[in-house]
């Protein structure tokens, strides 16, 4: 299984961006594939996740209302867009499949594999 990361960059605050995750290796459909992020010295955390094959959404408090998780079936892919972006939300953005039961969503170690990372740097 390989996750590939893109979108990363550098954005004003207020600026949006779309991060997404590409995956092959597999057929995905019985997995969940989130978004997490992680700043030096903190633990990475939940973003938003989703089932691979449809149905809920998640995500975290401090996204809500501003970032939107969608499948690309063309590309089977999984896009993160982000909307009015803070500098908070500076970090390393990762994607990830597992398949956590829906209460352990935000739970790293639920994940199997997870991509190499992409760097969001909003300035305020």
């Known amino acids: 299984v390989q996750l590939q990361a893109s979108g990363g960059g550098l954005v004003q605050a207020g600026g949006s961006l779309t991060l997404s995750c590409a995956a092959s290796g597999d057929t995905f459909s019985t997995y969940t594939i989130s978004w997490f992020r992680q700043n030096p010295g903190k633990e990475r955390e939940f973003v938003a996740g989703r089932r691979w094959s449809g149905g809920n959404t998640y995500y975290a408090d401090s996204v809500k209302g501003r970032f939107t998780i969608s499948k690309d079936y063309a590309k089977n892919s999984v896009n993160l867009q982000m909307n009015n972006l803070k500098s908070e939300d500076t970090a390393v953005y990762y994607c990830?499949?597992?398949?956590?039961?829906?209460?352990?969503?935000?739970?790293?170690?639920?994940?199997?594999?997870w991509g190499q990372g992409t760097l969001v740097t909003v300035s305020s």
């Open positions: 990830a499949v597992g398949r956590p039961p829906s209460g352990l969503i935000q739970t790293t170690t639920m994940y199997y594999y």
